[in-house]
C-alpha cells in the first residue's frame, strides 16, 4: 500500500506520468534471494546473477519477459531492490533502486539524468562529459556521452532499452540538445537478444561536430567514430603530460584522432609524431592538427604499432617522450593471459624507445586488468628491457566516469607516466 501512495503523489507532481506509474505497480513479478549467498546484492551491487535466485519461491524464469521491471526480496522476504530483469542473461537482474516507494517509469529516468547532470556540473563539467556512465550513475547498461550540445547513446540491455523512448525524451526537456544519435552498433546488445543499430534519435544532423578540450577543439564523428566518437575518459590525462612534453621529440602509438599528440605539441613539443592502424583516424588527427593551427609540429602515419616500434628499436631511434594508448586486447577473462602478453609486450618495445632520462605514458582501458596487475605487467617490461623506471603519475579515468567502491568494473582506466632510467 506504501508504494500506492508514493506513486499517487509522484503521480500529482508529475502528472504527465500519472498512467506508467500505476500500469507499472500492479503487475511485477517478486524474484527472492538464495539464503547462503555473497552478500554482494545486499551491500550495494545492482547485479542479480541467475544463481542467486532461488527458484524454488521465484516465477519460473522463463515466464519472465525480457525487459520487465520486477522485486528482488531477500531470503527473509524483506524488499531488497527492483529493476529489470533479462532471464536469457548470466545477470537475470540489474537493480534500479533499492526503494520500495520509487517506480521505474519514465519519471524515474528524468529524475536520475538531472541527477547525474547535477553531479557534473558540482564536479565543474560544462561542456562535455560522460553524463551517463552505466550502474555508477545508477543505471546499468545506459551510456549517455555530452558533446556541448549533442549526446550520443547507448543502451546496452534489454531492460534498458524500453527505456529509451523515456531517456531521450528526458534529455529533449533538461537539454534541448541540438541533436540525439544512438551508437548501439556494439556487439554486446546480441548477447542480450538485440540488434545492432546506430541512427538519429532526433532530427538529423551533421554528425561530424566539433568540441573544445583543454583549449583545444577537436573534431568529433560521432556516427562513425570509434564507440561514441571521443574518449572522454582521458581528458585530465590528456593534461597530465603538460610539463614533461616541453621540448620534446614525442611519439604516440595508437593514438586514434590525435588528442594525446595535439596537447603535445599545444603544451610546447618540438616534434609530435603519431601512429594509428585506422586510415579514418589518421584523417582525422590530420585535421585536428590543422583545426588547432599546429600542423606543422605534427605528423601522423597509419600504421600498425607492434611492427613499427619493433622497427624503429632495431634502427636506433629514440624519442624524449613515448605515449601509448592500446586497445583492450581482450574482451574475455578468459582470454586475459592474451592481454597480459599484448600489454607487456607493446610497453617493453615503447620502453625501448625512450632515451635515458625520457618519458613513458602509458595506459590500459580494460577492467579485466585491475590496477596492481597493470603495474605489474609494467614492471615486467622495465626488466626485461633493463631500465629502471621513477614514477611520476599515476591516475585513473576522469571523474565524469565515477568509480563506485565495491563494483570492481566502474574502474577500468590506468595511466601511468614514468621516467625511463
Ligand atoms: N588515446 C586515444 C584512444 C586510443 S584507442 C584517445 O585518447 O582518443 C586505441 C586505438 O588503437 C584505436 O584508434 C585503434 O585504431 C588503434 N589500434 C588498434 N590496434 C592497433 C595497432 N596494432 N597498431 C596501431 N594502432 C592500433
Known amino acids: 500500500m506504501a508504494e500506492v501512495e508514493a506513486v499517487k503523489i509522484n503521480a500529482v507532481v508529475l502528472s504527465e506520468y500519472k498512467t506508467t506509474f500505476v500500469a507499472i505497480t500492479v503487475h511485477m513479478h517478486k524474484l527472492f534471494l538464495r539464503k547462503k549467498i555473497s552478500p554482494r546484492v545486499e551491500n550495494g551491487h545492482p547485479w542479480v546473477f541467475m544463481n542467486e535466485i532461488n527458484v524454488q519461491d521465484s516465477p519460473p524464469l522463463e515466464t519472465l519477459q525480457p525487459g520487465e521491471t520486477v522485486e528482488v526480496y531477500n531470503a527473509a522476504k524483506k524488499f531488497v531492490g527492483r529493476g529489470y530483469c533479462n532471464p536469457k542473461s548470466q545477470i537475470t537482474v540489474r537493480l534500479l533502486t533499492r526503494h520500495a516507494t520509487e517506480t521505474i517509469d519514465a519519471a524515474f529516468f528524468y529524475g536520475r539524468l538531472q541527477t547525474a547532470w547535477r553531479y557534473r556540473q558540482q564536479l565543474g563539467y560544462t561542456e562535455n562529459c560522460r553524463l551517463v556512465f552505466g550502474e555508477a550513475d545508477g543505471m546499468p547498461a545506459l551510456i549517455i556521452d555530452k558533446f556541448n550540445d549533442y549526446f550520443v547513446l547507448q543502451t546496452l540491455a534489454v531492460g534498458m532499452d524500453v527505456w529509451k523512448p523515456a531517456i531521450v525524451d528526458a534529455l529533449h526537456k533538461i537539454f534541448s540538445p541540438k541533436g540525439i544519435y544512438e551508437r548501439n552498433d556494439v556487439p554486446v546488445r546480441e548477447l542480450e537478444g538485440m540488434a545492432q543499430i546506430k541512427g538519429f534519435l532526433s532530427d538529423p544532423f551533421d554528425t561530424n561536430i566539433i568540441i573544445n578540450e583543454n583549449g583545444l577543439r577537436f573534431c568529433v564523428d560521432i556516427a562513425n567514430g570509434q564507440k561514441t566518437g571521443y574518449f572522454l575518459d582521458q581528458q585530465d590525462n590528456r593534461r597530465a603530460i603538460k610539463h614533461i612534453v616541453k621540448n620534446a621529440d614525442v611519439l604516440e602509438a595508437f593514438t586514434y584522432t590525435g588528442t594525446f599528440s595535439i596537447h603535445a605539441a599545444h603544451y610546447g613539443a618540438k616534434s609530435v609524431f603519431g601512429i594509428d592502424i585506422s586510415e579514418n583516424a589518421i584523417a582525422q588527427c590530420r585535421r585536428n592538427a590543422e ?62 624507445l625512450v632515451k635515458p632520462g625520457g618519458f613513458l605514458v602509458t595506459a590500459s582501458c580494460t577492467n579485466l586488468v585491475p590496477p596492481p596487475l597493470f603495474l605489474d605487467i609494467i614492471a615486467m617490461a622495465a626488466k626485461d628491457a633493463r631500465r629502471t623506471l621513477r614514477q611520476v603519475t599515476y591516475q585513473t579515468q576522469a571523474s565524469d566516469h565515477p568509480i563506485v567502491w565495491g563494483m570492481e568494473n566502474t574502474e577500468y582506466l590506468k595511466f601511468l607516466i614514468v621516467e625511463v632510467r
Open 291 to 352: 583545426l588547432n593551427g599546429l600542423q606543422n609540429k605534427c605528423r601522423f602515419e597509419a600504421m600498425n604499432a607492434f611492427d613499427a616500434l619493433k622497427q624503429w628499436t632495431k634502427e636506433d631511434k629514440r624519442y624524449d617522450v613515448v605515449m601509448i594508448d592500446p586497445p583492450a586486447f581482450t574482451k574475455s577473462r578468459e582470454n586475459l593471459q592474451k592481454a597480459i602478453t599484448g600489454y607487456k609486450e607493446i610497453n617493453l618495445r615503447a620502453m625501448k
